[in-house]
Structures are given as C-alpha cells and as structure tokens.
C-alpha cells in the first residue's frame, strides 16, 4: 500500500511518542503555561519567529520516521 504520514498539529504541547517542538527563545515567553490567544506585547514574536523551513524540516524528519 501507500505509505502515508499524519501530523497533528498542536498550539499547547505534543502528545504520543513521536513528536517535536518547534521553538524560538524570546524573552517574553512563555506568557502563560498554556500559550494565549492575544499576545501581551502585540508582536506575537513566538509565534512569527519560527521559520517555515524549521517546520518543513520538523515535519519531513517526522514523516522519515513514520514510513521506516
């Protein structure tokens, strides 16, 4: 059959065994032990930070995983 990978995406923490954060060190964070919809200093820099290719690089390492 076809091999096929399944990522769930979580804004809180992962969950199962496989997993990976995607992360930036900012000063500011984390703002709360939960994340929060409205970002106190009106940047949202945790969030804009992370590069795409971090995150393309997370998930390809994750489907290698998966398919072996």
Do not use: N
């Not at 994340?35 to 390809?60: K, L, N, W």
Request: glycine share 8%; proline share 6%.
């Amino acid at each position: 059959g076809v091999q096929t990978c399944a990522l769930p995406i979580f804004g809180f923490t992962p969950y199962g065994v496989r997993h990976v954060v995607v992360e930036t060190a900012e000063a500011c964070r984390p703002c709360t032990h939960i994340g929060r919809a409205e970002c106190p200093q009106a940047h949202f820099r945790c969030m804009r930070s992370i590069q795409t290719s971090a995150v393309i690089d997370a998930v390809v390492g994750l489907c290698e995983e998966q398919v072996q």
